[in-house]
């Protein structure tokens, strides 16, 4: 049985506890740490097991953990990770890496040095529609990417402050910008415009309300990717990703549906061929003719299990995005910002 402690216990802390309380099979919950004592004994209280703390590195010391979720803000990243590569300690953490780009590469050289078995919360690529539409990139030539996210201001203090978030781009439509590198190809370079001034309800606010950018990759294509969280409503905007080729298109709905257009329900299509679809999802016609590929279930429950059975095997080959990727996905979003930021074109990774 794994030891696995839990470093930060506010929201996505609670997600993970409530995959992690379903692996008694694999490992037993040891130990919660939280600044705030109350959050971390409410972890304890919750499991029946497990010890709280408010100084993880007490944490460590006491527990001798296998693995480690570290699920703290943005801006809370360096010291933690440092640690648990000193002490060897397998860890998953949470996107985005850090709001520091040095800081999150010489994590990166460490965690490779040491040969640590590392992943990421990107659980988007763990859904039932990353197979269908990377086999549409893969046998369709895709022309252009276009990327839509509103949504509101989260409660988080921490998260309208964009020194300690990273912004909605870097903390929320990170997840989109993952899904792209995975499903199509790594960007070269972004050209970010942002705008502020239209979210006047809270004091501390100091982000941006939106902003789009340009993106060409590497393989010549182009993108838009805009993302806003003034939105009060879901009727503001619809928020998706499309897959453009000559004939055809993807709809994707994060974590909802893939909408194929241009591919007869009937047709051996290589997007459906590819689908892997168990009892719980389905394949059906809809929409005028698309073809439709339904998401259902939380994909975070594989995306946990998979880490923690690499951290018992040693092999992390199955886990879809260890930190050197993520990486590479912070590297995207830290380069729309420095856009955003020098009204200037950026290429990607510099
Ligand atoms: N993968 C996803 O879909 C997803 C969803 C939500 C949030 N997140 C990410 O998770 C991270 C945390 O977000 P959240 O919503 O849980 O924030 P939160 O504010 O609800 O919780 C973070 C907790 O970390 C604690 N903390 C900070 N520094 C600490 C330290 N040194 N030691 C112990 N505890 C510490 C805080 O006290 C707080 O309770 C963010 O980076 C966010 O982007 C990911």
Redesign the pocket.
Known sequence: MLKVCI???????T?HLGHLVEYGDLITLDGF????PE?AEGFAAKTGSGKAFTD?RVMLDEIVPDAVFV????N?HGA?EDDLIRRRIPFFV???LSVDLAQAREIGRRVEEAGLITAV???CRYDMLAAPVRAFVRNNEVIYINCTRFGGVPD?P?WRVKSMSGGQLA?QTI?QLDYIRYAYGEPETVFSMAARGYIKEFENYDTDDVSVTVVRFRSGALATIATGCYALSGEAFDSKTTYSTRKKRLDMYLLDRADIYGEAPGEETSAVGDLVVKGDGSLSAANGGAISVKHTGDPGLLCDRTFLEAVVSGDGSKIRSPYADALKTLEFAMACNKSMDTGLPVRVGE
């Open positions: 470093i930060g216990c506010g929201g996505i802390g997600y740490c939280d600044l705030i959050k993880y699920c703290v803000p943005p809370c933690i949470e996107k985005p919360g990107f659980q988080m921490w903390e997840h």
